[in-house]
Nanobody
Framework: QVHIVESGGGLVQPGGSLRLSCAASGSRFAIANMGWHRQPPGKQRELVAAITRSESTNYADSVKGRFTISRDNAKNTVYLQMNSLKPEDTAVYYC????????WGQGTQVTVSS
């Protein structure tokens, strides 16, 4: 069973930055894709960013140029650096890993407000 621990959420003012981390443990297999989804209040969950084991990346149009996803394969950890945050980035952010099944974190709240 893969165990996932997320950290780094919180309250930030518009224009500020946050860095989310997600560490996976217990996998018998190499972790392939990793990434982040988010669910804004009253809306459906959406993909934010994803990264392959070879570090190819994919971003939602709404976060391109502001968010950066990265990973450390030795630590089975994925990061999401979020800059120039906007109120519309407010959401619960969920990490996922594929090993080879998909496992999800518990979610971390990000609130962007003055």
């Amino acid at each position: 069973q893969v165990h996932i621990v997320e950290s780094g959420g919180g309250l930030v003012q518009p224009g500020g930055s946050l860095r989310l981390s997600c560490a996976a443990s217990g996998s018998r297999f190499a972790i392939a894709n990793m990434g982040w989804h988010r669910q804004p209040p009253g809306k459906q969950r959406e993909l934010v960013a994803a990264i392959t084991r070879s570090e190819s990346t994919n971003y939602a149009d709404s976060v391109k140029g502001r968010f950066t996803i990265s990973r450390d394969n030795a630590k089975n950890t994925v990061y999401l650096q979020m800059n120039s945050l906007k109120p519309e980035d407010t959401a619960v952010y969920y990490c996922y890993v594929e090993a080879p099944h998909t496992y999800w974190g518990q979610g971390t709240q990000v609130t962007v407000s003055s």
